[in-house]
């Protein structure tokens, strides 16, 4: 086992020296040093959510450079478990997509429920974004204060596009999309040393009007833009195959006659219309020929 995470360790410091630059000796020193240490203490907790993989890649990421453990917040939200145990000093993480300038209401509502028998020391976020945050640093740090707790960190990676819901919003190009993911890469590179030093800094891209956006449009979309009542599916397209169903995380859909049904309660994460193999699935008339993206692949449709 200890082999193993030092092979492992090994394996992130290649990650490291490539995105470091080689002449950077001393500080290659220092982060094998820690990233041994962090290797043989796996203390560290990332709750994620996640509708379309970005996130889930870089909550994979920040956990394969910490060693930590993943916990999927819909599921444990379904399972009713809000209890964690925290030992003393423990770094807690958060990972989530930007859903109208803030976090998933769900992950909001997560953090308020969750319950934790020791202060975490060192608390941060990652949020990904196609463009920017608005005020969601804001936000999240009250939804922790609340707590008792206190924020640490946090950053912004951009990533690809994945909501195509509404007239004037579509996908990235194939080629932008990779070039964000491996921006992104590169930044996590540079923040993962960040965290395991126990740094504070907080790095969000927040654009233009962040006030507004957060604090005017968000309500107004978690109120009127997840209506699932606009989503169709094409009988003659579809398959059967149940995909729609199982990828979506909060349990939205079900299939009484083998077609596809919304409950209700959807948080248009949009992974049942990205994941449907056939394109069989649209909201309204918005989501007609923009083709479907699922972390590092975009696919184009006529
Ligand atoms: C409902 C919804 C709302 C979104 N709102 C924003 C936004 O306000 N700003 C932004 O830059 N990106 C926004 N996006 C894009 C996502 O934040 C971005 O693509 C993210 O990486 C998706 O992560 P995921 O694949 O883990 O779900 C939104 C996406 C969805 C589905
Ligand atoms: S994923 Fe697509 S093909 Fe499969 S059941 Fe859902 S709508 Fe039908
Ligand atoms: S129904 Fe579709 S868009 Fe709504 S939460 Fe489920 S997967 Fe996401």
């Known amino acids: 086992m200890l082999l193993m995470m030092l092979g ?18 001393l500080k290659l020193q220092k982060y094998d040093i820690l990233l041994i240490f962090a ?15 970005n996130s889930k890649h870089v909550a994979e990421t920040i956990a394969a450079g910490l060693y930590d453990t993943l916990v999927f917040i819909p599921e ?15 770094r807690l993480g958060f990972v989530f997509p930007i859903y109208s300038w803030a976090p998933p209401k769900l ?6 429920k969750m319950q934790l028998k020791a202060k975490p020391d060192y608390l941060y976020f990652v949020c990904t974004c196609g463009d920017n945050c608005g005020l969601t640093e804001k936000v999240f740090r009250k939804a922790i204060e609340e707590k008792g707790w206190h924020l640490s960190a946090c950053f912004s990676v951009q990533m690809p596009e994945t909501y195509i819901g509404m007239p004037g919003f579509k996908l990235d190009t194939e080629k932008n999309a990779q070039l964000k993911i491996d921006r992104a890469d590169d930044t996590m590179m540079r923040n993962i040393p960040r965290l395991i030093d126990n740094e504070c800094f907080s790095e969000i891209v ?7 956006k957060t ?3 968000n309500p107004g979309f978690n109120k009127y833009a ?18 729609c169903m199982y990828v979506c995380p909060v349990q939205n859909i079900k299939m009484p006659q083998g077609e596809p049904v919304w409950l209700g309660h959807c948080i248009m994460c949009m992974a049942c219309y990205h994941q449907c193999r056939s394109n069989a699935i649209q909201y309204g008339k918005a989501t007609v020929g923009k083709g479907q993206y699922y972390f590092g692949k975009t696919l184009r449709w006529k």
């Open 8 to 25: 492992m360790a090994s394996f992130s410091m290649e990650r490291f020296r490539e995105s470091l630059g080689i002449g950077k000796v």
């Open 226 to 243: 997840t209506d699932d009542s606009k989503y169709r599916v094409d009988l003659k397209k579809c398959t059967s195959c149940g995909r």
């Open 107 to 112: 992950v909001l509502d997560f953090v308020k």
């Open 39 to 53: 290797a043989l203490n796996p203390i560290v907790m990332i709750f994620y959510f996640s509708g379309c993989g």
């Open 206 to 212: 927040k654009g233009s009007l962040p006030w507004l």
């Open 76 to 90: 444990a939200a379904r399972e009713n478990h809000y209890e964690y145990e925290l030992t003393e000093g423990e």
């Open 215 to 217: 604090y005017l449009v």
